[in-house]
Every structure is written in structure tokens, then in C-alpha cells.
């Protein structure tokens, strides 16, 4: 806490974390030896960068840029990029040590970054968007590459922006190599990749629910935010037979008790990914109920989907939940339930994923897009969303292995920390002091 004052984002990542994995590194001291937890809190790099650019007013406006390099122990940094304003050095920081341990969970050879900037997409201008992307990509470019460092999207960071600032990188590279996933269909990108995480995270709670004999049949489901990763848990879970009832963004909460629709998913869609707009727009236009300014938690739901931001569902919200019967609850976003929040769905006997289990479907779609540009090849839409579903499969057998406790039943906090841990823990070891 002295050396990250002001970081309470990334020191409750690493209590998370640490608070877990210590019953297993006693057991198995040598995983304390060489300083090794110390070295694993420690970003590799840490990159912070002045991005100015001009309005469309012409007033120049400056934010700040940031791109974490966590840890390359197993594979080239990878990790996306968010645009917001609540971004800062915390909340980065926390999102790459998160995302080493999902991209080894993945077992694909990817290492653990993150990056993105306090610039808030919202209210801006197509030309603005892109002359701060490509203002941002300007300094971005001399630190990301194939065998280095490959982004992708985040929260703020969608198909269009991962365009403008791949185009920057090539042009100013000149080189045409993978530097960045999650790109369009027409230079590069894969089938699947944006369907990956909301699709991987139903597939995660589903093999969840299978150990318990249920699926996603006849449950009603909540999920919370609008943007790329609860779009497609909506269409994932309603295409498995649930009765989708809520979705929000930060200006609220829409609560629809005929559930979602295909024809009701299009307008969000239109809404959110054509016109940048607000749920409470597609409220409008469809005529279901808005609740300004709430959460989606005081919804009666067999299972919860939060698939906005970080902490977003407290322990208040858990306990309502919990009162309310929920059955499982996945993560499609990162950290979005507070520590006590996970705690205490895991005492209630609630089937709870945290994120970097249950949201890795992203990043596991994006290594498969570096397999498929290294290979200058494309898998078909089916068989990129087999190996989709493989890797979830893959995922949840190795959070029961390394997470059932005495009494059978399984923690997939310690399950997922456990076996992501050993993964970067054995090849840190192996590469040595560095
Ligand atoms: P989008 O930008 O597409 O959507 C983000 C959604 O979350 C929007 O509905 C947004 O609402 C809401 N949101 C963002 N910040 C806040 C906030 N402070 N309070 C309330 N709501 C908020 O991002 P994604 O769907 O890509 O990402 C969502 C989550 O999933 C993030 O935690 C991200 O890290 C995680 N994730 C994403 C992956 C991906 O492949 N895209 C992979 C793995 C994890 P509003 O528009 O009002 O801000």
C-alpha cells in the first residue's frame, strides 16, 4: 500500500488475489521463493503518455495516455484498451494483473497488459474520435508488436476505434503484422471475436449450472450494461432459452418483464452501437420501462450477468440478490462485484464466477485471431465459436480442479486464481531472476 498510494482499485485486485492463493502457496512454499509474489505485483512497464489533439471547435485538448506491460512471462502483452473518464493508473494497473492470470487461465500464450486513456468518447464527434485515436496511436506505436505487445477493445473501445488507431499504427510502422484484435472482418479480424465475451460468459455459467443439474432454461436472467459484452450475454442466453428481464447503463436501469426480444436486441444494438446512444433512448423507442439512475440488483433473477464496470454490485446488492434467490451469478465484466460482494455469494452457496474466469472468451477470441492472422488464414464463424466454447469448457474443468473444497463443493475464486497463478508462477520461475 506505501508503494501504490492511491491505487485502491489495484490493491483490492491484489487482496482478491493474494487473500486466495495463500492457503495454496503455504502448502507449496517454493511458489514464495525468489520474491516471486513480489515481482508478480510489479508491472513489468508502466507507459504514461501526453495525448493532445484538436476539437472540432478548434480548442486543443489534452488527456493522458497509459499502456501497463504487466507481465510477458508467457506470451506477448495482450490486453485491451479502455477510454473513459473515471481511467486512471489504478484502475489500469488492477486490469493488467487481472488480466495476466485470465490469459494464462485461457492456455494460450499470451501475456498480461492493458491500457487506455481518462478521454470520454461520449458527446464527441466521429472526426474527433478519430484525431484523438490517432493522436493516442502516435505514441502508442513505438511500444505495442506482434511479438510484444498486442491491444485490443475495452469499455469506450469498440470496432470503430480499434480501426482508427490500427490504421495509425500500420501507417506509422509501416508494417502490416498483428499488432491489435478485435480489428474489422476486411483487415484481419476474426468471425466471433465480437460476440466472444457475452457468448463465452453463458457458456461459463451454463457449465456451471450443469454441476448442479440446470441450465439456462426458463431462468429469468439480469444483466447489466448495454455495451458489447452484455449485448451478446443477451443474445446468448435468450438463444439457450432464458427470459432476459433487465439491461443498464450508467444513466439507469431498463426493467422488462416480457423479456428481451431478437427484434427488441436489434434496436438496442441500433441504439447503442450505430447512434452512441442511451437505454434510456431504446426505452423510447420501445416502450419498455426505464428506472433512472438504478442498478439492476433489486430484480428478482435466477441468475445475474454483470457485464458493466467495476464494482457495480456491492454487498447491499448481493444480499438482495441473495434474498431474491439467485442461483449463479458470472462475471462478463471485470471486478464488478466487490470483494465482500463475492464473498458473500460464495457463502450463501451461490454458483459465482469472478470475471477472470468467466469473461476470458474475449481474450481467448483474440489470441485465436493472432493463430489465424500468423497462419494468414480464417476460420469459419462455427469453428472459431467451437473453440470458444472448448476453452470455457477448459476454463471451468480447471477452476473444479484446483478450486473444490473438502466438503465437494467448489470455489471459483480459488479455483481460477489457483490456476492462472501456477501457470505465470512456474514459467517466472523457470525464465529466472529478471
Ligand atoms: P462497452 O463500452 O461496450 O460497454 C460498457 C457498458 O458499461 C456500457 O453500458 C456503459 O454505460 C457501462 N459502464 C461503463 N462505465 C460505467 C460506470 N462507471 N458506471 C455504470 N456503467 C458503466 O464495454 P465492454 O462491453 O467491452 O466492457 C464491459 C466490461 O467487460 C468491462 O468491465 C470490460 O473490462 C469487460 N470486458 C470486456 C471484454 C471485451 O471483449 N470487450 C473482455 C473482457 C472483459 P455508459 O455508456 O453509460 O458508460
Redesign the pocket.
Known amino acids: 500500500a506505501t508503494r501504490n498510494p492511491h491505487q485502491p482499485e489495484f490493491l483490492q485486485a491484489v487482496t482478491e488475489v493474494m487473500e486466495s492463493l495463500w492457503p495454496f502457496i503455504e502448502e507449496h512454499p517454493r511458489y514464495a521463493e525468489q520474491s516471486l509474489l513480489e515481482r508478480l505485483v510489479e508491472p513489468e512497464r508502466v507507459i504514461m503518455f501526453r495525448v493532445s489533439w484538436t476539437d472540432d471547435h478548434g480548442t486543443v485538448q489534452v488527456n493522458r495516455g497509459y499502456r501497463i506491460q504487466h507481465s510477458m512471462a508467457i506470451g506477448p502483452y495482450k490486453g485491451?484498451l479502455?477510454f473513459?473518464p473515471?481511467v486512471t493508473l489504478s484502475v489500469l494497473k488492477f486490469?493488467a494483473f487481472e488480466q495476466t492470470f485470465k490469459n494464462a487461465l485461457t492456455t494460450l500464450p499470451m501475456g498480461g497488459g492493458k491500457g487506455g486513456s481518462d478521454f470520454d468518447p461520449?458527446g464527441k464527434s466521429p472526426a474527433e474520435v478519430m484525431r484523438f485515436c490517432q493522436a493516442f496511436a502516435s505514441e502508442l506505436f513505438r511500444h505495442v508488436g506482434a511479438d510484444t505487445d498486442v491491444p485490443?477493445?475495452?469499455?469506450?473501445v469498440?470496432g470503430r476505434e480499434v480501426g482508427f488507431i490500427a490504421g495509425m499504427v500500420k501507417k506509422l510502422s509501416n508494417r502490416a503484422d498483428c499488432v491489435f484484435t478485435g480489428k474489422g472482418l476486411s483487415f484481419g479480424g476474426s468471425l466471433i471475436r465480437p460476440e466472444?465475451?457475452g457468448y463465452g460468459t453463458v457458456y461459463f455459467a451454463d457449465e456451471m449450472l450443469k454441476t448442479r443439474g440446470k441450465s439456462f432454461d426458463g431462468m429469468r436472467v439480469s444483466v447489466s450494461?448495454?455495451?458489447?459484452?452484455?449485448q451478446y450475454a443477451v443474445e446468448k442466453a435468450m438463444a439457450l432459452g432464458a427470459k432476459v428481464v433487465t439491461v443498464?447503463?450508467?444513466?439507469g436501469t431498463i426493467v422488462d418483464e416480457a423479456g428481451f426480444t431478437t427484434e427488441k436486441l436489434a434496436i438496442l444494438m441500433d441504439v447503442k452501437n450505430h447512434h452512441y446512444g442511451?437505454v434510456s433512448d431504446y426505452a423510447e423507442r420501445t416502450g419498455v420501462h426505464f428506472e433512472a439512475g438504478k442498478t439492476p440488483w433489486h430484480v428478482p433473477v435466477d441468475i445475474a450477468l454483470p457485464?458493466?464496470?467495476?464494482n457495480?454490485l456491492d454487498a447491499n446488492d448481493a444480499a438482495t440478490l441473495i434474498k431474491n434467490g439467485v442461483l449463479c451469478v458470472a462475471e462478463?465484466?471485470?471486478m464488478?462485484s466487490t470483494n465482500e460482494a463475492a464473498k458473500a455469494f460464495e457463502a450463501a452457496g451461490v454458483l459465482y464466477a469472478p470475471?477472470k474466469a468467466s469473461?476470458a472468451g474475449?481474450?481467448a477470441t483474440s489470441g485465436l485471431e493472432m493463430s489465424q492472422n500468423a497462419m494468414r488464414l480464417n476460420w469459419t464463424a462455427e469453428e472459431v465459436d467451437n473453440r470458444l466454447l472448448m476453452i470455457m469448457q477448459g476454463i471451468h474443468a480447471a477452476c473444479v480442479q484446483h478450486g473444490t473444497r473438502a466438503d465437494g463443493s467448489v470455489s471459483y475464486i480459488n479455483g481460477a486464481n489457483v490456476a492462472g497463478f501456477v501457470k505465470v508462477a512456474d514459467a517466472m520461475l523457470a525464465q529466472g531472476v529478471i
Open positions: 485491451g479502455r473513459h473515471s486490469l461520449k485490443a477493445g475495452d469499455i469506450g469498440g466472444a465475451t450494461g448495454s455495451g458489447n459484452v452484455a443498464s447503463d450508467s444513466s442511451r457485464c458493466a464496470t467495476q457495480e462478463g465484466a471485470n464488478p470475471g469473461n474475449g481474450v
